[in-house]
């Protein structure tokens, strides 16, 4: 999923708009913007891409200076409307708006706890818990009910939460999702993605610390630390695949961090070969990496129809392997009679590689070897990332050989977890913690606390 947030700025619903457009790619199921205008929370959300949540929507009706938005996918809570944040929760005297992105990995025992006490929840969202924790006793929506009930939920979060008159925004203690800070003139802004601030003309601040709680109003900005800082833990797939190649997450620009990546890979794994190509678009950047340490050219192997969205957003099986074939298509008079380094990014169910090798032997081409630009998947990810299930994940339950021959490559190599994370702290003066759980099964955060893992990197 995507946030953003806006804090000062009489454009505050459109560029809202504006910034979860650019932020698109991490959420197709649903998009929404709530505004205040210093008094009531006005809400504008549906399901589908943003563009289609708002064909229809004049901004200029949209009166008040501060926004909230959110794209969404699902990672829990189902595919229907009650589920499109931002969630709104209003009372008598107050009314908040909440969105997030990430996992609360505790939510159901909290969820049981709140229904327990009398609460009644409206939607099967794990945000919604964080919303009747703020509340519970019939608290007011202050620094303080938000510390609180920040510090009984456990898991990976990005989260905004806009009132009439203030704006909070929290990362979670290991700071495993992305969150930065912009200024847009006098106003301030929040995103998932730097590219949101690109996107709008703000420029970046700096990013939200783990464990840190920002309060804006119309006073400034102030920041309070709700809970120890750990070391921060960043998503390595934010790198890998996730976030836009023009994103820095976490200072680190993401097409560089790919580029690195597919260099890595060229020196842990070469290949004899007379190119390299990319799927499009997310492993175009480590293809030009690999080629780039090789020596071997880089070509443009396979085409993407654009008007098509990413494949993993498409809920089943069936329609993702129809979604793969609509989606790419082979250059023939390129690819045929060669031996072909493919890249692609990362093998979560194996879909897309499988396709894609079957499409350049279809097309003439003599070999393909399957690179990899980062380790295999083999644990599911608990913090927000759709790759929920064991059963999915192809190298949880093959080895690397096998997952060659089941796709049809001619070989077939992953980048090591090292080589990643060489390859995303490249520059050493940013202290950068990884998580690679998905890779190594090394959870930085456990629903019990006191299980927490605690490893070095
Ligand atoms: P597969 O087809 O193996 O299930 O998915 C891997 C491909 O889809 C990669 O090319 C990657 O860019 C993209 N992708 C789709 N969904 C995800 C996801 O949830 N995680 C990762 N790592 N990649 C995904
Ligand atoms: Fe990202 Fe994998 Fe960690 Fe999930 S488990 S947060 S996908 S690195
Ligand atoms: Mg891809």
Redesign the pocket.
Known sequence: CGVFGIWGHDKAAELTYYGLHSMQHRGQEGAGVVVSDGRELNVHKGLGLVNDVFKQAKFSEFSGDKAVGHVRYSTQGGKTHENVQPLVFRSQTEGMALAHNGNIINADKLRGQLEDQGSILQTSSDTEVLAHLIKRDGMAINETSITAALNRITG?YAFLILTEDKMYAALDPSG??PLSIGRLGSAYVMASETCAFDQIGATFEREVLPGELITISDDGITSTRFAMRGQR?M????YVY?SRPDSDVNEVNVHAARKRMGMELAKEAPVDADMVIGVPDSSISAAIGYAEASGLPYEMGIIKNRYIGRTFIQPSQELREQGVKLKLAPVRGIVAGKRIVMIDDSVVRGTTSKRIVHMLKQAGASEVHVRIASPP?Q???????D?STRDELVAANHSVGDIGKMIGADSIEYLSVIGLKEAIVKDKTIHQG??????TGN??ITEDREQQVVYRD
């Open positions: 990976a495993v999702r833990k998503c390595a797939m934010e996730l998947i644990y599911p990810c608990y913090y927000g990332i790759m990884i998580c690679t759980a998905c890779m959870y930085p």
